[in-house]
């Protein structure tokens, strides 16, 4: 009997809540499609956000007024190119200018060009490496020393397609980038977690998203739909409810993993 009101007092006192009130996220590529979807997750679950376009205005404020008419979380649009050092930044800097400070960072923007070996050259190759690794490596890097010990969280965009045998020749550079952000994800997780801080990645498999539609004809699109279970391209709402968890209190314990949100697309 003891022992069982001592096990109720204590869950009363520890359980890890699934909240985000107060908390400051930073999405980078948060305008539409995926980024879009988490940074509306995150301030339903009462964050405050900051939502990063680069061409886009008019998507990124109605993602703004969309948090804000919540009442939960506030939100603040800012333009800045993910893709620089200089962009990821300012956009740390305007984070901290609006809202005091940075609990979250979700480095979700990111290309996802074709090309095959015969066809790729430098600039493709740059390009990809730029958005995709470069930057929110350099981004963690600065974020890093803002964010709270414990609590903080940084999370990384790859794809299930580093590990699906589907894979295509004109995914060359795609997975290439992917295959690197999952092995810095490994080791950040190892060095940050001395300070409790989490690492995590998140791999979606085929998402609806106007980058996953270029360049498809609608039939390969249908084949690619049917490579799951449950016969359907993944939407962004299917992707941002796990990025939203993995950021809050309850998924302390969930560090240095890569967590693949896809339907059953790759098991
Ligand atoms: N869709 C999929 O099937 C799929 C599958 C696996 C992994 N992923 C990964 O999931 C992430 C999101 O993909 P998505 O399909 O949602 O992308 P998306 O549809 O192309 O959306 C891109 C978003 O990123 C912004 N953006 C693009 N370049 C930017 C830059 N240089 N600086 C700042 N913002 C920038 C866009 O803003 P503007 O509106 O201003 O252009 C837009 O809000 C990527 O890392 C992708 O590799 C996607």
New binding site residues.
Partial sequence: MKMKQQASASSQIFLPSTSLLGKVAVI?????????SIARHMGEQGANVVV?????VA??EEVVQAIRSHGKGGAIAVR????TLE?GKLLLDEAVKTFGKIDILVL?????GSKTLNEVDEAFFDQHFN??VKAPLFMAKAVAPLLPSPGGRIIF????LTTASTVTPNALCYLATKGAIEQIARVLAKDLGSRHITVNTI?????D????REGKAQSVLDSIAKQNPFRRLGE?DDIAPIVAFLASQAAQWITGQNIRVNGGFVV
């Fill in positions: 980078t590529g948060s305008s539409r499609s995926i980024g879009a990063n376009y680069v061409n886009d998507a990124a800045a190119d993910s893709s962009g979700n923007a990111g290309i996802m958005i995709n965009f790859s794809s299930s791999s979606p498999g085929p998402v998203t106007p980058q996953f962004p």
